[in-house]
């Protein structure tokens, strides 16, 4: 019975061969049956161009600046190690794998550098060539961690030249959201936001990805920390309907891009697609998601026709935290307690959606005022207690 079992096994070995080569451009890999196939070769009969090695799209860590060996490399050498560069501090449980062929190719333990800005890992000395998908979990102080991944290639036999067939791919790789956009069905159910891809140097966006708003964001505002140049593009979408107004704006630190959107912008499930230009003439694409629902303005203070606002800043809170008011009303903050409080708009640490929205450190019994001539939604925060100490104005 054994030489038949054989004979069964390399007969399904084979049909799933013939399976693979034909989803070969499934661009989400993980809807394929089985491994997803990771390199194609020039007779694979696809009317698009050969291509060496399928390297996908990398998902990237928060906090995640750059990766040595770069994603999409092929190399002619084994690199010595893999390494990641973020721009906040590494915490314990940071690790890196190196995989090719359903094998792990790291050797000895991910360490951190001293100023713990960076993580490495070794290879094995043995690595063969091949496509290596880079998988790694970067953790923060608070004990969060966030997962990414790259790929690159190693082609010491033939430079230039396809792998041999039958080289093993490694596994498939996370990539973007689902083609379709589905509308929030009503009140109470989740909108679908999917996993949001993010531009090389990318830090934060507002709204947030999958923030569910009671209003409709006054712009789009994406954070970098490089600096942005022409060609940078903001689009915000509903189905198939653009509700972005007027043009992209680079703000003059050139860190921050914004586009207003269309107050009148129905509620539903709203993706933002993006394109970061820097001055070197390449772009990056990145998106997410947010969605509008009117119906969430029920869970505010309503203090619309009140031409003056106050909210107290006491308890490490916002008191009240969540007011509608009436356009033109001037929201007035005062600290009631002994402790340093801010009104810093969204994103922390950017502070980049309303710029206007922003207060010098307030002591004991000072104010701040914003008057709000636009109708729109407010998100903000005290940045020394950034992650308790949230408030939202909704202006009508
Ligand atoms: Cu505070």
Not at 87 to 92: K, S
Not at 229 to 252: F, H, L, Q, W
């Amino acid at each position: 019975m054994e030489w038949k079992t054989g004979f069964l096994l390399v007969a399904l070995i084979l049909a799933l061969m013939i399976l693979s080569a034909g989803c070969l451009q499934t661009p989400d890999g993980s809807s394929a049956p089985g491994p997803a196939p990771g390199i194609t070769d020039a007779g694979s009969g696809s009317s698009t161009p050969a291509v060496p090695y399928d390297f996908g799209i990398p998902k990237k860590s928060a906090h995640y600046v750059r990766n040595s060996p770069a994603h999409g490399a092929t190399l002619t050498e084994l690199p010595v190690e893999v390494s990641l560069d973020f721009n906040f501090v590494l915490g314990p449980g940071s690790v890196i794998s190196i995989r090719s062929g359903g094998r792990e190719w790291g050797a000895g333990e991910t360490t951190i550098d001293p100023g713990r800005l960076t993580m490495r890992r070794s290879l094995n000395l043995s690595a063969p060539d091949g496509l290596y998908e880079v998988v790694y979990d970067a953790c923060w102080p608070d004990g969060s961690c966030h997962d990414g991944n790259f790929r690159f290639a190693v082609n010491r036999s033939r430079p230039g030249q396809p792998l041999p067939p039958g080289t093993p791919a490694p596994g498939s790789i996370t990539t973007a959201m689902p083609a379709t956009t589905p509308g929030l069905s009503g009140p109470g159910i989740s909108p679908d936001f999917g996993i949001p891809k993010k531009s090389p140097h990318y830090e934060t966006n507002t709204p947030e990805h999958g923030a569910v708003l009671a209003g409709v964001p006054v712009n789009v505002v994406i954070d970098f920390n490089f600096d942005l140049g022409p060609g940078s593009a903001i689009s915000v979408k509903s189905g198939s309907r653009e509700y972005a107004t007027g043009t992209t704006g680079i703000d003059p630190n050139r860190l921050a891009m914004r586009r207003p959107i269309d107050p009148a912008a129905p509620d539903g499930l709203y993706e933002v697609t993006y394109n970061a230009c820097w001055p070197d003439g390449s772009c990056h694409d990145g998106n997410f998601r947010f969605a509008i629902d009117r119906s969430l303005a029920r869970q505010y203070t309503d203090l619309t026709g009140t031409p003056q606002v106050t909210i107290n800043m006491d308890n490490i809170a916002f008191d009240p935290a969540m007011v509608r008011v009436t356009r033109g009303t001037n929201v007035t903050w005062i600290n009631r307690e002994a402790v340093e409080h801010f009104v810093n708009t969204e994103s922390h640490p950017a502070h980049t959606y309303y710029i206007p929205q922003n207060s010098r450190g307030l002591l004991k019994n000072d104010t701040f005022s914003v008057v709000f001539d636009t109708p729109g939604i407010y998100p903000y925060h005290c940045s020394a207690h950034a992650a308790v100490m949230r408030g939202s104005i909704l202006v009508e």
